[in-house]
């Protein structure tokens, strides 16, 4: 996802994608992590053992029957005929979930280039201050949404939260687009990024409990794919920005738009089996995993379902306290780490710096220079789209990382070795668009895919919430000090930086992140449960 950052002095930085700097809560990584001594001393043998508590050949001992592949097919496939459409059934739901997704892309770039028409007719052109103030009260209603979100969605399900998420994003675009003053600016991006924030959280959750095992990972790259069709959409939108200094209110009356498609959409969109299961609705459980998942799976389906439920307890709703017990501490600060070095990694930065780069070669208008980027970012989440299910999650991340590493090297080193001035930018262009598109690979969408997947039943929507709101707090300040940064060091080394960030995310996703890829949830879950291997050892 893109996100939006706050600068001071400067105008802001404008938002940028997937999803954006705070230290991991101590006591977390506490809970989670062994003594020192016994981490530096024995560090093998830990990686070890949490690498062998997920491992697949672990599964059968644990008495946990994995889903059949060619269950998921449809049978003219099975004799090889045809295509494999197993994903269509589930297709439709995830498309109306991606809506929010395409509601976060637009608001993050129809304040991209608007932004001067907006504080000029609202009189604080020239206050970078207040400019910036009206990007960033985006990112604090978006943190409190996803601390939120966990609650609600225990106690609502998904449904009925998309529904009632759309009320404070349609009212944000409405009332930002008749806005008279810089308070109701304010209130409407507020309330936008309210929604956004839960909206944040609650994509992965709903996909990931509703797609199939074996294109949970495809389905759930529609989110990144989602986000840069709203990024695109709002930039084509703009371009009358540039002659008309009012367009700004027209844009927002449209993003008001796609939340009435999301709300209409959402009651004809099935809920998660495993909330209606956990709630007791074992009925509509049952008609849902037949319609989505095939009536072979139902059984199945139903029985994993309930073994995890009985071992989480019978309360609906999950404690933040439950954060601190394990495997839940680990995951949570897994999904929290994931995010702090996605955005150290600099993509804000980098998004930002990359108009001025296309500047050096010709592109001066900035509208075009962005969908240039939008266009890379949407090439590498199709990219994503295809390998996901096929490579897996972790081998997408590492390749990820270090090909963003090496887009940032070679930036650095155009900019710091004396070259002929053409091939000097031709390769600071090179590098900029190879970032983007590897970022769009893996660190982008796999990072806010892998930590449900990880999360268990119980405490999924806060393990999520917990780790996005690291995402906002780090987006944040990333926005706030890269220019500052730049200015003071140049953008040689603060990129070098994000070259060296990129080549520790992925030693850390070599050593840390285990692989999904093809198996349930409630197999993942049940393979990192100390209680169910206590129990089957019994």
Known sequence: MWLASVPHRHRPLPPVPTI????PNPKLFYHSLPKPASFRFG???????????????????????KPDGEKFRPQEEKNGEGLDLGWLPAFPHVLIASMSN???????????GPIVSIARELGFEGNSILEGLVVSIFIVGAFIGSICCGSIVDKLGC????????IPLILGALISAQAHSLDEV?????LVGLGIGVNTVLVPIYISEIAPTKYRGSLGTLCQIGTCLGIISSLFLGIPSETDPHWWRTMLYIASVPGFVLALGMQYAVDSPRWLCKVGRLSNAKEVIKNVWGASEVEKAIEEFQAVIKNDGSDLESSWLELLEEPNSRVACLGGALFVLQQFAGINGVLYFSSLTFQDVGITSSALASLL????????????????????????????YLGMALSMFLVVYAISFPLDEELGHNLSILGTVMYIFTFAIGAGPVTGLIIPELSSNRSRGKIIGFSFSAHWVCNFLVGLFFLDLVEKFGVAPVYGTFGGVSLLAAIFSTYFIVETKGRSLEEIEMSLSSDFIARDKK
């Open 102 to 112: 395409f509601l976060f892309g637009y608001h993050i770039g129809v304040m991209n």
């Open 20 to 23: 954006l700097t705070a230290r």
């Open 159 to 166: 449904r009925r939260t998309f529904q009632i998420d759309t």
């Open 186 to 190: 304010l209130l409407g991006r507020f």
């Open 373 to 400: 980027i939008g266009v890379t970012n949407f090439a590498g989440a199709l990219c994503a789209l295809y390998l996901i299910d096929k490579q897996g999650r972790q081998k997408l991340l590492i390749g990820s």
């Open 43 to 65: 560090l093998r043998h830990r990686l070890n053992r949490y690498k062998a508590s997920a491992a697949k050949k672990q599964v059968p001992e644990l008495g946990i029957r």
